[in-house]
């Protein structure tokens, strides 16, 4: 079964620390990308990768950063954070094909104080 | 500007009726849609999609019209069971090529099935 895991399901972060957000995909997808889902606003892209080593910014990449060091793990951070980053952080991948969407992650609910 | 628009932030519907959730789009260069179903502390999970070739596509209870003349579609539900409260959103590749360029999401509908 396709899978994207991500390594932790809550975090409580302080202001001005430095966050690693890990995705982990064992489809073998070339693609992954990182989300993040708010009330009301619902998902807006961060970044997303097409392959190793290769990123590109989405809709609201202020703040964050990207690494994609090997295939099938792709890591958000967060430089400093923030207390408006506080949010549901979603990773997913795909091949490619809209056939069946993206696979999305469990979430992280990142609280940052 | 936001390119996928749904209007009806919830939607209550009784158990065993139909649910018609709506989407609206303004970018006519989208060339495929897709449904996902999310419930809370969770990932969404893929639901449904069409193409914008054709006008229909159903799978069991779900089944999804496209009309583009009005840049517009909807999911329909029958019959709703309680098990199908959850927030669904409907998405957009944010450019034409497989959707490798990311999604747009509309901002969700949240449906509620009453027993």
């Known amino acids: 079964d396709v899978k994207v895991t991500q390594s932790s399901r809550y975090l409580v972060k302080r202001t001005g620390e430095k966050v690693f957000l890990e995705c982990v995909q064992d489809?073998?997808?070339?693609?992954m990308f990182w989300y993040r889902q708010d009330p009301g606003l619902g998902l807006r892209l961060i970044y997303f990768?097409?392959?190793?080593?290769?990123?590109e910014k989405g809709d609201i990449p202020e703040g964050y950063s990207v690494s994609r060091e090997k295939k099938e793990r792709f890591s958000l951070i967060l430089e400093s954070a923030s207390t408006n980053q506080t949010s549901m952080y979603l990773c997913a991948s795909t091949s490619g094909g809209m056939g069946h969407g993206y696979t999305f992650g469990s979430g992280t609910r990142l609280t940052v104080v | 500007d936001q390119q996928v628009k749904q209007n009806s932030p919830s939607l209550s519907v009784q158990e065993g009726r139909i649910s018609i959730l709506n989407c609206d789009y303004t970018n006519s260069m989208f060339d495929y849609f897709l449904w996902y179903k999310k419930y809370p502390a969770e990932g969404p999970t893929f639901l449904i999609s069409?193409?914008?070739?054709?006008d229909k596509n159903e799978d069991g209870r779900f089944t999804v019209f496209l009309n583009k003349s009005a840049k517009h579609l909807s999911l329909h539900i029958v019959p709703s069971q309680p098990g199908d409260s959850a927030v669904y959103f409907c998405?957009?590749?944010?450019?034409?090529?497989?959707?490798?360029?990311?999604?747009?999401f509309g901002k969700g509908t949240h449906l509620i099935i009453q027993p």
């Open positions: 069409i193409s914008s070739i054709k």
């Open positions: 998405a957009a590749p944010a450019y034409s090529g497989g959707g490798a360029d990311g999604l747009t």
């Open positions: 489809m073998d997808h070339e693609n």
């Open positions: 990768s097409y392959d190793v080593k290769m990123k």
